[in-house]
């Protein structure tokens, strides 16, 4: 096909190459399953569901036969070359004791008795685990039935279902009218038919099961069904996404409803569901976003997938099939509004947003994202990117330099840096790309932001345009994460409080570091930024002086002879030599 959205159809029984999984040419995390998963992002300390080697069970075989391996081994230290070249019918398996002989039978063992993947994190375990072993999550966990509400650490029990179920039926019964005092919620069953064929080693991370979470959240706290009402679902048109994508491009998402699988880049899969998916799921936010401007809704929230923020103007990528919040922007334009302001504070920058805005001033992109020098997919959204052609200071990014950034660094650079440009910009929509892979425990993001966090930028962004607020699911692969995290956005704009303010986050080196070089680059668009740049830089400084720890000089001492460092008196070497330092105890 001639186009640059080119679609590599593909036998699913076909593996992934290797870069699918790898941080710079995908965002699916790793391709390898290990029997022990990594425990450096647990959601919890609860670790009872960690299994070793000790839990196999005695019905599995795993000994090898170290009389054949030794005899073998013994006949070829006993050759020499040219007799291993004359002979080497020697090394043929004629022997009927070595016909089950394999080194790697142990190995092939233990994967037989990996039978499960997390549901919550999708982390493989072992089937004699009761509990994930990267999050905790019981195997049989109820977290796509109650979402968050569920135990993660107890498995299904009557009389917790007994009060799910009474506590989701109260919630049901407070059904509320369409007027402009509610909030609309976008969602169509229809989406969760975009999946994966056939998985391959490990479950894809942007999964039906996002979807169900987050409902099953909403729908056990009475917010949706409830609170809030529902838009019909309505299929984009051609002529709207031709606003947004190339005609190659929109074509080449339509090819994939023909066949039963393809892949666009190794990591951005579709079905012959997924076309219809994504015209629904960008129908929805375009909808959405005339209901909020018009005011015949207060705010919104679409629950959409596939996400959009990395589809560009030319290819699908990322997970991303059409650009939602794109096409929400330019949906709000032609109902009559003048200005837009899309803030992005998915962990991955919005590559393709900024793609198709970066020449438009009449649409400010904010990027709040992790970036660490362009090592983090996909390699764009460093702070110098600012927009072209006449439209310079309308792409405002923020680019975090290493993982776990938590609250204080977001609402601290949403103080100094996202709500300044936006009162100057003063747009008459906020869109916001809300991914949830920033949040606490997402295997793919890596940071801490929590619930409450994202409930206090949402709450910070709500005032920006009056309340018009759109906000639009994109990313997130923790199912507690990311059902927490948009029930705690979705209360926000439903009125409640976000919980905790933080009117004097004091946010890490590294975090203070990014915003400051955003100032330092910003300022020059924004002028409102010049005396938050001056003030900042100063305190910098003073912060940077108190971390910085004094030296202390120490004295020549006694030097130890060299030979005691391999006698009987290496300690006292060491300790001599300053590389061990002993400390009393207090009585």
Excluded at 87 to 99: A, K, R, T
Excluded at 510 to 529: E, H, R
Aim: overall charge negative; proline content about 5%; glycine content about 8%.
């Amino acid at each position: 096909m001639d186009g640059e959205a080119e679609v590599n159809l593909q036998k699913q029984g076909n593996e992934l190459p290797s870069q699918i999984l790898n941080g710079r040419h995908g965002k699916s995390g790793s391709d390898r399953i290990s029997v022990r998963p990594s425990l450096d992002y647990n959601c919890g300390d609860d670790n009872t569901g960690i299994a070793s080697y000790r839990d196999v069970p005695s019905s599995v075989n795993i000994d090898i036969q170290p009389d054949t391996l030794r005899k073998k081994a013994r006949q070829q230290r006993e050759m020499t070359f040219q007799d291993m070249c004359n002979n080497l019918d020697i090394f043929e398996d004629d022997d009927e004791d070595d016909d089950d002989d394999s080194d790697w039978e142990p190995l092939q063992k233990l994967r037989e008795i990996m039978k499960w993947f997390c549901t919550n994190c999708t982390m493989a375990n072992l089937d004699v685990a009761v509990h994930c072993d990267s999050c905790g999550e019981h195997r049989e966990s109820g977290i796509l039935k109650h979402g968050f509400f569920a135990p993660s650490f107890l498995h299904k029990s009557t009389l917790l279902e007994a009060e799910l179920e009474t506590r989701t039926d109260k919630g049901m019964v407070s059904q509320v009218s369409t007027s402009n005092s509610s909030t609309a919620i976008g969602f169509d069953e229809r989406m969760l038919l975009h999946s994966e064929v056939e998985m391959k080693s490990h479950p894809h991370p942007e999964r039906p099961d996002r979807l169900r979470a987050i409902a099953a959240s909403l729908a056990t706290a009475g917010i949706f069904p409830g609170r809030c009402y529902p838009i019909p679902a309505r299929e984009i048109t051609k002529e709207e996404l031709e606003m947004v994508h190339s005609a190659e491009n929109i074509q080449a998402v339509e090819v994939s409803s023909n066949v039963i699988s393809c892949y666009f880049t190794p990591d951005t899969y579709a079905n012959k569901h997924s076309a219809q998916a994504a015209r629904l799921a960008a129908g929805l936010c375009a909808d959405l976003a005339s209901e909020v401007f018009s005011g015949r809704a207060k705010n919104g929230f679409a629950l959409v997938r596939p996400p959009g923020h990395h589809a560009g103007v030319k290819q699908a990528m990322g997970f991303c099939l059409h650009n939602n919040a794109a096409v929400s922007a330019l949906a709000a334009q032609a109902a009559g509004a003048k200005k837009v302001l899309i803030v992005d504070w998915d962990v991955h920058h919005g590559n393709g947003t900024q793609e198709i805005f970066e020449q438009n001033k009449s649409v400010l992109y904010i990027s709040l994202h992790r970036h660490e020098f362009g090592r983090f997919y996909p390699g764009t959204g460093a702070a110098d990117e600012v927009g072209t052609m006449g439209a310079e200071g309308y792409c405002v990014n923020v680019p975090w330099s290493q993982s776990g950034v938590g609250d204080n660094d977001y609402i601290f650079a949403f103080k100094q840096v996202v709500l300044p440009i936006a009162s100057a910009f003063a747009p008459d929509l906020t869109i916001i790309s809300a991914g949830f892979d920033a949040a606490r425990g997402d295997p793919l993001g890596m940071c801490d932001v929590t619930p409450a966090g994202y409930a206090q930028m949402t709450y910070l962004l709500n005032i920006v345009s009056g309340g018009k607020l759109l906000v639009i699911l994109e990313g997130g692969y923790n199912l507690r994460s990311i059902s927490s995290s948009a029930t705690a956005v979705i209360k926000v704009l439903l009125g409640e409080s976000p919980g905790c303010d933080l009117d004097d986050p004091l946010p890490s080196r590294a975090g203070m570091k990014t915003v400051l070089d955003v100032l330092a680059i910003q300022k020059n668009f924004w002028p409102v930024l010049e005396s938050s740049f001056s003030q900042l830089q100063s305190q910098y400084e003073i912060y940077t002086t108190q971390r910085r720890k004094p030296r202390k000089k120490r004295g020549r001492g006694v030097v130890p002879p060299l030979c005691w460092r391999w006698s009987r008196k290496r300690l006292l070497y060491h300790v001599l030599k300053g590389q061990l330092r002993v400390r009393g105890k207090g009585f």
